[in-house]
């Protein structure tokens, strides 16, 4: 359901944003009703001081009912959070209710409900973002360089199915729990896929491993992929690194996605804080049947299955608010699905690690300034982020030039045969050095010009 429709003479927004959201506790515990409610006010403050605010830009907190429960007490306290939710919604006709249920497993779902609304609802919005309450935003930096990413559009550097935002990337998703790889195989605030590319052929390494010492004493080892890692690749990152524990624990739940990686490679993804979607690919995704069909296979994974047997979120997963954590990086997967589905090239749009994007209040090196869009973790409300980003950044903007072509001429994609090689990527091309360096040591990876090495 919508608590809320498109008020008169509200049609004309250049972009709109819709500003993630709950009307109650998160499952987790880990950002009570309160708290929710005072960063909503803290958007509002700080949305407030724009001039395009409604004209250009036009945003709306996104929000779903509560979860239907047996729990007497539970169910009293999520009618009257709800309720006050409810009210809020007709105080500031800035909250729209979208038709699904507040899950904890459900969070990158509500981003769909929200690009079909906001195509139906705001017909002349050429982009449509998404954002977290625990963000400042300068609004007016945010509809200048989506501006400027329009401009390449018309120009032809950029396809119209634009992906916009910090572009990182993801060695894997795991092809059992539908997670993408968690917190202990980050691949760093990178841009090209460096880091996620060496990650991936060590764990493959391991993992081959694994596989060949289980087949040679199969009489112990039970299934494919239950003995140890024997090449010498694998032995010296036992040394100290990532796959030192990947190595020598094989019953931890965070280290089984050695062995069940998606055979899809490493792909980018835009980080949560902010990021978006021209029209042409929100409605494309909106209509995709892949995040539908996702959230039915998320529903047989062991994981859900157990937390709806129980009405309770699992004691291990409490640490983070929504499952998976990486629910920006699901969003991507959706979008590679998307692309390979429709055959379209997706244009990635950088928004550069600490010159746009500041994923973390800084004074000093990579503080927010008049080049800055975004500014997070600003999950307590009286952070002086609130104040420190609109008193740096409240200047003329300054834009960012990007240089815009193929991910693998580029250098963000360096893995052969990876489609997003195909894809448009407008930001900062890789230097010939740079990628010497990222593709040392990989028996795969692309044709360097000048340099007799071919992709293997």
Known sequence: MNALAAAPGEEGPYVAVGVLSSAIQFETNRASTSKLRLLRTRWRESASRFSNLNGGIVFRFVLSPPPQTSNAERRAKYARDFEAAQAEAAQHSDMVFVNMTELFYLCAWKKILWYRYATATFPTARFIMVADSDTYVQLEHLEADLRNTQALIDAGEATEFVHYGLVLWKPFVNRLTLEPAPAQFHAGWGFADRAAASLRARLEDCHASRVASGAA??????????????????????????????????????????????????????????????????????????????????????????????????????????YPASFDAVHGWWVRGVAERRRINVTMVNTPFQIQHHPWLAFRHGAFSNASIVLH????????????????????????????????????????????????????????????????DRAHCVALPGSGRRGA
């Open 217 to 322: 004493k199969a009489a112990g080892a039970g299934a494919a992929g239950g003995g140890h890692c024997q090449s010498r690749r694998c032995e010296k990152e036992c040394g100290g690194t990532a796959c030192a524990a990947i190595c020598g624990q094989w019953r931890s739940r965070e280290l089984t996605h050695v062995d069940s990686m998606h055979a899809a490679p490493p792909y980018m993804f835009t980080a949560g804080p902010l990021f978006g979607l021209s029209r042409s690919l929100a409605r494309l995704i909106a209509a995709d049947s892949g995040p539908a069909a996702w959230r039915e296979e998320m529903e047989q994974t062991e994981v859900v299955k157990w937390y709806l047997k129980r009405q309770r979120v699992p004691i291990a997963l409490r640490q983070a608010a929504c």
């Open 377 to 440: 973790e600003l999950k307590n409300p009286q952070s002086p982020g609130w104040t420190f980003a609109p008193m740096r950044g409240s200047g003329p903007f300054v834009p960012y030039a990007r240089t815009c072509g193929a991910c693998e001429a580029m250098g963000w994609s360096t893995i052969p045969g990876n489609p997003m090689g195909r894809w448009r990527c407008c930001g900062a091309p890789v230097t010939r050095r740079e990628l010497l360096q990222a593709c040392r």
